[in-house]
């Protein structure tokens, strides 16, 4: 009897070892239709997120033929046009709530949002090179981070990030922004964890 339950315990501590080395976790494949650019301070790739009304207008994420449900992280940010003289007058105060959904072509997998506030540079998640600023850095740049984690059922082999709503608060009034092409968020660090086949 003991013996018929240490094999029996064994063989179920083998097969999470084996199941466990079977999942991978790698950098997913992005296609990205609006790339922002390359973060000075982490290397990192930020990508635009568009409003859209179809899966076609987000920023497609290609998942490797998996065995059960994969799961896709990425961080999602605010997006931030940086002026030192409205901070300099003290206007420099701006909150972004960012809408955005994730689907397949036939579902909506879940609706991620990030809420961030901007007071200081140091605010500032990075900056991201190729601008006119100084020290060569675009004005644009990322802001606040919300860790995404995301589902994507067994034969699903792509999801789109495409962006709803943008709503800006400032301190002279808030605006809401929904038109089509518009930029209204940023993403980076788009990872994939699943089990090949």
Known sequence: MLVALLVGVFALAEAVVLEAQ???????????????????????IYCDVLVGNEVADGIIVVIPAHRGPATVTFMLHGR??????????GRGYVEYLVSTAVATTETVLARPVVLAEFRTEADLVDRVSGGAGPGGVKAVAPLGAEGIRITVPDGVTEISIVGLEL?????????????????????????????AR
């Open 22 to 44: 079977a999942r991978r976790i790698e950098p997913a494949e992005v296609r990205c239709p609006s790339v922002l650019g390359v973060g000075v301070d982490t290397d990192r």
């Open 80 to 89: 931030h046009t940086y002026s030192e003289d409205e901070v300099s007058r």
């Open 167 to 195: 709503q800006v608060q400032r301190v002279d009034g808030k605006e809401t922004f929904s038109s089509q092409g518009r930029p209204i968020g940023v993403i980076s660090d788009v990872q994939v964890e699943y089990q």
